[in-house]
């Protein structure tokens, strides 16, 4: 216990906890809706795509994080005027940009001379590393974000719920659609820092799949996963300096768990829930003994 | 005859630059009742889709004589999402969002609105659910509550009586035919049994567009119009659309 407490007076730790708690909330907001739409697989592929951007941006010896946030825009953007236009399958350009990202990026990485960049932590983060400056970026973005959450929250809704209703309606749809595209793709590489490449869908999905048992909407959703995505993502990170394994692994260990439990809280509650009200009508008894008519 | 809401001309339409639809021409007036039938492909969502705006057409165009009408839209159920985690009230007034209110709060008063169709289409207690939760006719009852909340002068509605079941069907019909007292309504549907009965006037439409200015159709007049319907699926041919031959 002494031990906990012990890893909260140094600086380093400390940094981690906020941009683990920073990122758990930026993720919560955009997550929301990219398990809302369903375009989770989409998201995979601006992850993925973003790591030729990092490539590049090493090779030529510019800011990594700004060239992985170019590529992230572009290939959000670029899909989703594919899926208003689709002349090809969307599933396959994504697959498509999804590993020639992964190819640029490591042809770039090679390619430079001198001092090659930790791969490990550009794919399952590093959280232990992260300085005041990713965590100032970080509050600023989240602070936009909730922002634009806050004052476009039903045009986001119903662009996302009914694109072409709300085309009916007036509203600028493909304005919206494209600021969120955007939003995503930076929320997305700004979590790479903490979670890396390979894993951090899972902060956009998880905590969103553990809120969506309690909750069917939107904003519920969003509340939820705040609530789970920092308590898991602070649990995970205190695991994971315990017994000295990587953040990012350690904090989809506890969001899972977090989605397990729920899971049995869930099903238990809606259990209680459906005896309380049979019961109470004496229903129970009736549809044991009584077999259903049918017409 | 007063200038028509939406003047449809030599509209040519499709997707990926191939027409769905060829050559079509159509005018719709205010307190119509228009019936629309043809084949399943034949290109009815896609009429709509142009009317509504939201479908450019090749070529051709469509234009609105008077002011540019308020129309509702019901589309087709299954083209939405079911399961996305909204309310069946937030999805009602959606319908309320207008080209210049869209970013703005809503006001007192369209809750009220909402509320008050709520009850009109039968979802009494289910305001504050997911759509998860309703069923396919409850579903599509919130998406009809949604295109006629903002009174609309042309209501659009893609196959309203996919799911809705039975004890709803007949207040379904008498509600749009209260609405068209107010409306013009442009109906697209499977069931020739609910053209007989409601519409004033109906449109063939496979690949082209055959209008028929009253709402009694002969098996040979649609056989002409090459506007083949399924009637097996629907047991004895309703009387008023199709006469009996022989
Ligand atoms: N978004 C789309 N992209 C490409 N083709 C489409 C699209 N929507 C419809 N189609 C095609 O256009 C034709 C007409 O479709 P539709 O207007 O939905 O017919 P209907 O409503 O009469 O059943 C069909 O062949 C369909 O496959
Ligand atoms: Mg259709």
Same mark, same amino acid.
């Given at each position: ?9 140094y ?55 700004l ?20 002349k ?60 634009f ?17 709300a ?129 | ?11 040519t ?26 084949p ?10 142009v ?34 985690? #909204? ?12 080209p ?10 369209? !809750? ?16 504050? !659910? ?22 609309p ?10 799911? #809705? ?15 068209? !007292? ?8 499977h ?29 040979? #007049? ?12 629907h ?12």
């Amino acid at each position: 216990m002494q031990n906990i407490l012990s890893l909260f007076e140094y600086q380093f730790f400390q940094n981690a906890l906020m941009a683990a708690i920073l990122t758990s909330a930026l993720a919560a907001l955009v997550g929301t809706y990219i398990v809302s739409r369903k375009v989770v697989f989409i998201s995979g592929g601006i992850t993925h795509a973003s790591f030729g951007g990092i490539g590049i941006a090493y090779f030529f010896g510019l800011n990594p994080f700004l060239g992985a946030v170019a590529f992230a825009i572009a290939s959000s953007l670029g899909i989703e005027w594919i899926s208003t236009h689709g002349k090809i399958r969307e599933d396959s350009a994504i697959a498509i940009l999804w590993s020639l990202g992964m190819a640029l990026g490591i042809i770039f990485v090679f390619l430079t001379p001198g001092y090659t960049p930790n791969l490990m932590s550009f794919l399952f983060g590093s959280i232990l590393s992260v300085g005041m400056a990713d965590i100032i970026v970080l509050a600023v973005v989240l602070l936009f974000t909730s922002l634009f959450f806050v004052i476009f929250s039903r045009p986001i809704v119903y662009t996302a719920f009914d694109p072409e209703f709300a085309r009916t309606r007036g509203l600028p749809v493909t304005l919206i659609r494209n600021s969120m595209a955007i939003l995503v793709a930076i929320a997305i590489v700004l979590s790479i820092r903490v979670m890396g490449i390979i894993l951090v869908l899972s902060i956009f999905t998880i905590p969103q799949n553990t809120a969506l048992l309690f909750s069917g909407k939107f904003s519920g959703i969003i509340k939820g996963s705040v609530l789970f995505g920092i308590s898991g993502s602070i649990l995970g990170l205190i695991t994971a300096s315990i017994f000295d394994i990587p953040g990012s692994a350690a904090i989809i260990f506890v969001l899972t768990l977090q989605f397990l439990i729920s899971k049995g809280v869930a099903i238990i509650l809606r259990k209680r829930k459906k005896t309380r009200k049979s019961s109470a009508t004496g229903e129970e008894k009736n549809s044991i003994h009584e077999p259903h008519i049918k017409e | 005859m007063s200038q028509p809401l939406v003047s449809i001309k030599k509209v040519t339409a499709g997707y990926n630059g191939t027409p769905v639809l060829k050559d079509v021409n159509l005018d719709i007036f205010p307190k119509d009742f228009l019936g629309v039938i043809g084949p399943n492909g034949g290109g009815k969502t896609t009429l709509s889709k142009v009317l509504l705006g939201i479908l450019k057409p090749f070529s051709g165009e469509v234009t609105f004589p008077g002011e540019r009408p308020n129309i509702g839209y019901l589309p087709q159920i299954s083209h939405i999402d079911h399961s996305f985690p #909204v309310t069946v009230k937030d999805v009602i007034l959606s319908g309320m969002a207008t080209p210049r209110t869209w970013w703005k709060s809503l006001a007192k008063e369209h !809750k009220a609105k909402a509320d008050n169709l709520i009850r009109k289409t039968g979802l009494s207690g289910l305001a504050n !659910k997911p759509v998860g939760e309703l069923s396919g006719g409850q579903f599509q009852r919130a998406l009809l509550a949604r295109a006629i909340i903002n009174d609309p002068q042309l209501l659009v509605l893609d196959e309203p009586d996919t799911f #809705v079941d039975r004890s709803f069907e007949g207040e379904l019909y008498s509600l749009l035919e209260q609405l068209n !007292k107010t409306m013009a309504i442009f109906l697209i549907s499977h069931d020739i049994g609910t053209i007989s009965s409601m519409v004033k006037t109906i449109a063939c439409v496979n690949g082209s567009l055959h209008y028929h200015p009253s709402n009694v159709l002969s098996a040979e #007049v649609l056989k002409v119009y090459n506007c083949p319907i399924d009637l097996i699926a629907h047991g004895p041919v309703p009387h008023r659309v199709l006469k009996n031959h022989g």
